[in-house]
């Protein structure tokens, strides 16, 4: 019985997220062993939407799983949200601008296949940035790097701000 149990489990932790009985509130602090299977990088030209680029790539390698590790470039407009409250649940404040930026910063995930992304940009007075939505355009280019993570992982919880 103890084999079968420390078996159940492990396949469990395995494919990404703990076991957890029914009507029970997941562990403060979840964590995953991974590796990264291998790099992609990503160039986005003049134009492009960076968040509809960054879905065409994931198609196109065919990613389930990744983690943003870089990214850089320029934009002419962005749109982006931010949290604005402090209670559950969280109010989005959303951000649109058009204006010459350069982006210092891209990171997040690929979860599922889904994207989770981040960015900070920065003009001629501040920092700032958010999450990515549809409606940020590439202006002379931008590169993203992604980590490859393992497919046979579920990740899709990880984001889930109700997994709570």
Partial sequence: MKNRTL????????AGLPMIAAGQAPPAVVSLST???GVVLVRLKYN????????QAVKDEKIKNAVILSGVGSVTSYHVH???N?????????SEHAGPMDLIAVNGYVLGGRI???????DDKK???GHL????????FAIITLGRLEDNIDLSRFDDSNWR
Avoid at 86 to 94: E, G, V
Avoid at 133 to 140: L, N, Y
Wanted: no cysteine; aromatic share 8%; proline share 2%.
């Fill in 116 to 122: 989770h992304a981040h960015i900070t940009m920065t």
């Fill in 35 to 37: 590796e990264i299977k």
């Fill in 86 to 94: 402090t209670t559950l649940p969280a109010t989005l404040a959303y």
């Fill in 82 to 84: 931010a949290v604005s």
């Fill in 7 to 14: 078996l159940g489990v492990s396949m469990f932790v395995l």
């Fill in 48 to 55: 492009t939407d960076l968040l509809e680029g960054l879905q």
């Fill in 127 to 129: 920092a700032f940035g």
């Fill in 133 to 140: 939505h549809e409606g940020t355009k590439v202006f002379t």
